[in-house]
């Protein structure tokens, strides 16, 4: 870490912090604050939006486990943020993705131009389409047509809102895992994580 972490547990100034990292504790429970928490509780007020975004994120949509671990996964990969592949990797093999599925989901390039069809690694054709759209988000921004058709084809105007905001959102939260160096994984690579 960049930066040291705030002492765990965080200190509080005032009767709006001791709210803030209570509401965070919750969240996370039973687990502890993780180093994610730590690095944000030098700005409680971020901390307390990031939780509550992000909590919505993880927890309140209505996508199948499996697609929003694998748009996890790739933006990780895609951003080389390893902390966060760490964490989201196992859960997307306890979602069910297949190891194969997975070793997909790792590969720098994830479609080669010119190749055609490429291996899915047993993925199904929404979670391709799903690391696909991850993949173009996180790496051009804008999504192209054909792409974009694909998803409306397999998903629901809510399902894509979703997805997308998964994809923004981890986004957000690579960037900040890797600018910070949050649990000093990032310099690592996906092969140093176990995920079963």
Same mark, same amino acid.
């Given at each position: 870490?960049?930066?040291?972490?705030?002492?765990?547990?965080?200190?509080?100034?005032?009767?709006?912090?001791?709210?803030?990292?209570?509401?965070?504790?919750?969240?996370?429970?039973?687990?502890?604050?993780?180093?994610?928490?730590?690095?944000?509780?030098?700005?409680?007020?971020?901390?307390?939006? $990031?939780?509550?975004?992000? %909590?919505?994120?993880?927890?309140? =949509?209505?996508?199948?486990?499996?697609?929003?671990?694998?748009?996890?996964?790739?933006?990780?990969?895609?951003? %080389?943020? $390893?902390?966060? $592949?760490?964490?989201?990797?196992?859960?997307?093999?306890?979602?069910?993705?297949?190891?194969?599925?997975?070793?997909?989901?790792?590969?720098?390039?994830?479609?080669?131009?010119?190749?055609?069809?490429?291996?899915?690694?047993?993925?199904?054709?929404?979670? $391709?389409?799903?690391?696909?759209?991850?993949?173009?988000?996180?790496?051009? +921004?804008?999504?192209?047509?054909?792409?974009?058709?694909?998803?409306?084809?397999?998903?629901?105007?809510?399902?894509?809102?979703?997805?997308?905001?998964?994809?923004?959102?981890?986004?957000?939260?690579?960037?900040?895992?890797?600018?910070?160096? +949050?649990?000093?994984?990032?310099? =690592?690579?996906?092969?140093?994580? +176990?995920?079963?």
């Amino acid at each position: 870490m960049r930066i040291p972490y705030t002492p765990n547990p965080p200190p509080s100034t005032s009767p709006d912090d001791t709210a803030i990292i209570a509401r965070i504790a919750a969240r996370r429970s039973p687990r502890p604050l993780q180093p994610l928490d730590l690095a944000l509780l030098h700005a409680p007020p971020v901390a307390d939006g $990031w939780n509550s975004f992000l %909590g919505a994120v993880r927890t309140r =949509t209505s996508l199948a486990p499996a697609l929003r671990e694998l748009a996890i996964c790739r933006v990780a990969v895609c951003n %080389g943020a $390893w902390y966060e $592949w760490a964490h989201h990797a196992p859960l997307a093999v306890a979602a069910g993705v297949r190891e194969q599925g997975i070793g997909v989901c790792k590969r720098e390039v994830l479609v080669e131009d010119g190749k055609g069809e490429q291996d899915r690694g047993g993925l199904s054709e929404k979670e $391709w389409v799903v690391l696909r759209y991850a993949d173009e988000m996180t790496r051009k +921004v804008r999504v192209g047509d054909g792409l974009f058709e694909e998803m409306k084809g397999l998903f629901s105007e809510r399902e894509i809102v979703e997805i997308t905001a998964t994809v923004a959102a981890y986004n957000c939260v690579s960037r900040f895992l890797v600018a910070l160096d +949050v649990g000093e994984r990032n310099s =690592t690579g996906p092969d140093d994580v +176990v995920t079963h």
